[in-house]
Antibody, heavy 119, light 112 residues
Framework: QVQLVQSGAEVKEPGASVKVSCRASGYTFASSGISWVRQAPGQGLEWMGWISIYNGDTKYAQKLQGRVTMTADTSTTTAYMELRSLRSDDTAVYYC????????????WGKGTTVTVSS | DIVMTQSPLSLPVTPGEPASISCSSSQSLLHNNGYNYLDWYLQKPGQSPHLLIYLASSRASGVPDRFSGSGSGSDFTLKISRVEAEDVGVYYCMQTLQTPITFGPGTRLEIK
């Protein structure tokens, strides 16, 4: 079945970087994109950006520009999201989701990766 | 950025009764291809969000037919014909017409 398996929880100090992985299976990886969405504790959903797997094109939320990089490795069907210069307000659950090719809805979600930023 | 609003933010419902959630956008979500780029998600307690409705009115695979979506332009509605206990959680609308993709604040459905 189609699934996205994310890497485990991380605890980082302010100023550090984190790289979250999202391994896809059950579908043709290059045929879709991957979106990243985060959710701070007790808050709503925030779109971070996406990557088109077949050509590597990315689009990031303006507020994260310069701190975030999304990549994909087609040989391992794994997408990655790296966030640098971490701050306490980056503490959140980070989700990857399969992005439909034409209409951009997110039809399959990973279980989420908790990233805690604390000194 | 397109701002999404939802009402109500909290929705207590008796099992078996209908429920309705409204979602409005600060600009039209109607693309010139005729589709409204508006989706609905449900996040059950302790779980990831999952897709309920895409393109305003198309039910996602495996979603019970008691869920339906309607609307066009800037005003949309998610309806549950008969609420069941398993429907509790937070419902989000989301627009994908333009980046940044934006979500509504969420509507928390609880069982009375």
């Amino acid at each position: 079945q189609v699934q996205l398996v994310q890497s485990g929880a991380e605890v980082k100090e302010p100023g550090a970087s984190v790289k979250v992985s999202c391994r896809a299976s059950g579908y043709t990886f290059a045929s879709s994109g991957i979106s990243w969405v985060r959710q701070a504790p007790g808050q709503g959903l925030e779109w971070m950006g996406w990557i088109s797997i077949y050509n590597g094109d990315t689009k990031y939320a303006q507020k994260l520009q310069g701190r975030v990089t999304m990549t994909a490795d087609t040989s391992t069907t794994t997408a990655y999201m790296e966030l640098r210069s971490l701050r306490s307000d980056d503490t959140a659950v980070y989700y990857c989701a399969r992005r439909a090719t034409a209409f951009y809805y997110m039809d399959v979600w990973g279980k989420g990766t908790t990233v805690t930023v604390s000194s | 950025d397109i701002v999404m609003t939802q009402s109500p933010l909290s929705l207590p419902v008796t099992p078996g009764e209908p429920a309705s959630i409204s979602c409005s956008s600060s600009q039209s979500l109607l693309h010139n291809n005729g589709y409204n780029y508006l989706d609905w998600y449900l996040q059950k307690p302790g779980q990831s969000p999952h897709l309920l409705i895409y393109l305003a009115s198309s039910r996602a695979s495996g979603v019970p037919d008691r869920f339906s979506g309607s609307g066009s332009g800037s005003d949309f509605t998610l309806k549950i014909s008969r609420v069941e206990a398993e429907d509790v959680g937070v419902y989000y609308c989301m627009q994908t017409l333009q980046t940044p993709i934006t979500f509504g604040p969420g509507t928390r459905l609880e069982i009375k």
